[in-house]
């Protein structure tokens, strides 16, 4: 049995090229947005194989993991080896899911590190999760506190886990005051203590009662390192695009060396894209947005990122920022962090990873850093 549901093939496979950074859109929604962009790459005509396969056009995957729907496009010389890349992929995703960053499966790390809050002995960390986690704390500090993964009591609080774009979310009500301060009283990374043993090596995580971990800003970034890994392990597969959701790696030059064009979705209409970035190579790209997953009551919109001071989704004068750096994992921490900082603060904070942000202002301005100026063309039509 087929482990994915194989995306048709068209004329227009350009599409995976121009992905769009859109939480939970479909395949479909995602190269519908791209293609009404203006300069779309357009492939060379190709031949068919004995298969009917466009010799030069990537293989297309979409299978659903982490909470969102999973793209792959591969070029690889055949079916067979894109068919086997693909499934390690889906694979890698389930397990860091299962095996490490889930806080609501008890097979998970997280999920057992949360358990030892208040413990004395603290919880000794797998090589990975101490680097990640002591990752998270350096940009916690960095971003002013804005970034923070001790929110899980606020997080569980708003049930975010059952919210998805656009979706009515049944018998919504905002939690109280008391609820909040309740919850905020445990949050703060400034409780977490990450104990280092020996001069090398895995550290020990110290988290005081009631203190739980939310990895949720920085899941995708961590998924978007361990696919780089395995598609350097596989040196047949000569290039990608994989999205999950608000995040996506490219990797590698197609055959016909033309760039990677990969749209950015549009906070006003998720149909729609606000530009495009053209990139060669390697590259991480992760957007954090209020479109993303939220619910709409009363006219308030409460969407996913909490603002680590109130507890409550941020108040932000921005709809989206997109963040663009070789390295996946503080390319998703910083998109979260930089939605609740702004243009100002939070382009400073990008300097100092090396990063490039763009932002996408309530108000419909843009705010491009310096560098990300060479990647990024607006989309002159856009809605
Ligand atoms: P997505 O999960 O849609 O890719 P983000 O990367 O922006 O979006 O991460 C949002 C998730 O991160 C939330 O669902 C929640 O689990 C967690 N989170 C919310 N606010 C914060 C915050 N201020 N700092 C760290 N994590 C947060
Ligand atoms: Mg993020």
Redesign the pocket.
Request: glycine share 12%.
């Given at each position: 049995m087929k482990l994915f549901l194989k995306t048709v093939k068209t004329a227009v496979s350009c599409a995976i090229a121009t992905a769009l950074l859109c939480?939970g859109c479909g395949a479909a929604g995602a190269w519908r947005g791209a293609e009404e962009n203006p300069g779309t790459a357009q492939r060379d005509g190709g031949h068919a194989d004995s298969a009917g396969h466009t010799v030069g056009e990537p293989w297309q995957y979409a299978d659903t993991a982490m909470g969102t729907v999973v793209q792959q496009t591969i070029y690889t010389k055949d079916e067979e080896k894109a068919e086997d890349f693909a499934e390690q992929a889906m694979e890698v995703l389930r397990r860091l899911e299962r095996e490490q960053i889930s806080w609501r499966l008890d097979t998970s790390e997280v999920y057992r590190a949360n358990t030892y809050a208040g413990s004395e002995d603290g919880f000794l960390l797998s090589e990975e999760l101490s680097v990640l986690l002591e990752s998270c704390q350096l940009l916690w500090e960095r971003s002013d506190g804005?970034?923070?993964?001790t929110?899980g009591a606020a997080?569980r609080l708003w049930n975010?886990d059952k919210w998805a774009a656009g979706e009515a979310v049944e018998d919504f009500l905002p939690p109280s005051e008391e609820e909040l301060a309740r919850a905020l009283a445990t949050c703060g990374s400034q409780r977490m203590r990450l104990v280092r043993e020996a001069s090398a090596g895995p550290l020990r995580l110290f988290l005081p009662k009631g203190t739980q971990l939310?990895l949720?800003?920085v899941?995708?970034g961590l998924a978007m390192e361990n696919l780089n890994r395995l598609l350097i392990q596989h040196p047949d597969v000569t290039a990608a695009v994989i999205s999950l959701?608000?995040?996506i790696l490219t990797y590698g030059s197609k055959p016909d060396d033309s760039p990677w064009r990969v749209g950015i979705v549009n906070p006003f209409d998720t149909s729609d894209s606000i530009g495009i970035l053209t990139l060669e190579g390697q590259w991480c790209i992760?957007t954090?947005g209020d479109y993303?997953?939220y619910v709409d009551l009363d006219g308030v919109r409460y969407h996913?990122?909490?603002?680590?001071k109130t507890g409550a989704p941020?108040v932000s004068e921005v709809r989206g920022v997109t963040i663009l750096m070789k390295d996946g994992l503080l390319d998703?921490g910083l998109?979260?962090?930089c939605?609740?900082l702004g243009p100002e603060k939070g382009m400073a904070l990008t300097e100092q990873y090396g990063a490039e942000a763009l932002f996408v202002m309530a108000d419909g301005r843009l705010e491009l850093s310096e560098g990300m100026k060479q990647y990024f063309t607006e989309n002159q039509n856009r809605k």
């Open positions: 939480c804005a970034f923070d993964v929110l997080i975010i939310d949720g800003a899941g995708k959701g608000g995040s992760s954090s993303e997953r996913h990122i909490l603002d680590p941020a998703d998109s979260t962090a939605f609740i």
